[in-house]
């Protein structure tokens, strides 16, 4: 009996291991459905990965994704399997190849990054503005630096977005004065942090510091579902509300606040939907009122990414991204005065190329002669690895808004993340932040 059972056992078994050998060797065979040999290995995206609708082969070097992004494996026989990311942007298909990429050139030989020219050269500090433990940086976004010099950012966590799929919540991230002891400010919880946390601006207000937030929320087709926030330095929410403010749902997307030191009002810029700028109490209501629109005439936008005060003029500044200019306008306490004054034309990078994010004017330096000093922030070319297009850097300019440095961050970062760099801030002390979009990065950099 023992006998017959061992018997029995053992062709099971050999059945088992012949069964899964087949298996294996079908798996590992391009077919005539799936001559590329993709396989998934980690889904990131919240919609399904399914093969043949949402992923697949266009051919035996390529793959595609649909509504899907992840890991995954492919190659043709007798090569060794490449593992590739692919995702899906918008919900469009995008193609990605299984061909191994030529190696990469030398490294450079290890020693200080330095940055910037002239007066105005800076020195890359890797050991600062460290995030804290679980912070999963898709994009970082926007800076603030608050009056005793704490740094803040607010980025975009891989657990929101269409694509994605992290375990972070969280969207602000508070530095001390010398970018150590990174901490999650997490008093706003998701109600903060969902959607796409943008743009951040301090305020002085009655003697105490708030936060506005301007959240552009997701991409097509989830238009309409922007938000704009006030907070206490701890993310405490005060008001909070979506819009749009009777704008069509498909031009709605604020990305940026200018707060005047004092008056009634304070300005939204509707960058990546209607390119308007909205007038709002410091309660967040809005005031019916509508200046700019999309267009190349001065005074209208194609994406009014950025708004700030100027405290040198006491005017609005306007960066019009997509017109490669930057914007100067009047206003007084009604509310209802918008208007232009001057172009500010940017002189770094190549002509009618840069895509200037925010304009950041330094105050209250611990070296009063700083003060009045501009950082710009320039994205640069969405795809820089192609050779003549802009680069991401951060231009500094004087208080005549003249050029006198330029810190080259994709060319001296594009390797640690540091590509699109998405707003840049004076510290009291001189030093430079940098936050970078896509993918999201923090770099601090020391005046020498």
Not at 317 to 341: C, L, M, P, W
């Amino acid at each position: 009996k023992d006998c017959r059972q061992h018997h029995l056992l053992t062709t099971m078994l050999r059945v088992v291991l012949v069964t899964c050998a087949v298996v294996g060797v079908e798996a590992s065979v391009p077919t005539a459905t799936n001559p590329c040999n993709v396989s998934l290995l980690k889904q990131l995206s919240h919609a399904d990965c399914v093969f043949g609708s949402s992923f697949g082969c266009v051919d035996a070097n390529t793959i595609f994704v649909k509504n899907c992004s992840g890991n995954f494996q492919c190659g043709v026989t007798g090569v060794v399997p490449l593992d590739v990311l692919c995702r899906s942007i918008n919900f469009a298909r995008a193609e990605c190849s299984c061909v191994p990429p030529p190696p990469p050139p030398p490294s450079p030989p290890p020693g200080p990054i330095i940055g910037g020219y002239g007066d105005f050269r800076f020195l890359y500090m890797p050991q600062l503005l460290q995030l804290p433990v679980g912070a999963e940086v898709q994009h970082a976004h926007g800076l603030e630096v608050d009056h005793v010099g704490n740094i803040y950012l607010t980025y975009v966590n891989w657990n929101n977005g269409i694509n994605t799929n992290g375990t972070d919540t969280h969207c602000l991230v508070r530095w001390n004065p010398d970018g150590t002891n990174g901490t999650f400010v997490d008093l706003g919880g998701t109600a903060l942090c969902s959607g796409t946390p943008h743009g951040l601006k301090l305020a002085s207000e009655g003697g105490e510091l708030f936060l506005y937030h301007a959240n552009c929320a997701t991409q097509a087709p989830r238009y309409g579902s922007g938000k704009i926030t006030k907070t206490t330095l701890n993310g405490t929410i005060l008001w909070q509300y979506d819009g749009p403010f009777g704008q069509p749902k498909s031009l709605y997307r604020p990305t940026w606040w200018a707060i005047p030191p004092t008056g009634d009002y304070v300005y939204l810029a509707d960058g990546y939907g209607s390119s308007n700028v909205y007038p709002f109490t410091r309660d967040g209501v809005y005031q019916n009122l509508t200046f700019g629109g999309k267009g190349s005439k001065h005074g209208q936008f194609n994406n009014c990414h950025g708004i700030t005060y100027d405290p040198r003029s006491d005017k609005l500044v306007v960066s019009d991204r997509e017109n490669h200019r930057i914007e100067v306008f009047n206003f007084d306490n009604t509310g209802a005065k918008f208007s232009y004054d001057s172009t500010i034309t940017p002189t770094w990078g190549i002509n009618d190329t840069q895509r200037p994010c925010n304009f950041r004017v330094l105050e209250n330096s611990t070296n009063s002669s700083l003060d009045g000093m501009v950082v710009v922030a320039d994205l640069g070319a969405d795809d820089q690895s192609k050779s003549g297009v802009a680069r991401g850097q951060v231009a500094i300019l004087d208080k005549e808004n003249a050029l006198v440095s330029v810190i080259a961050v994709s060319e001296l970062l594009g390797d640690k993340g540091s590509i699109h760099p998405h707003d840049s801030h004076f510290l009291p002390n001189g030093d430079i932040v940098v936050a970078t979009w896509r993918p999201g990065h923090v770099s601090y950099w020391k005046r020498l």
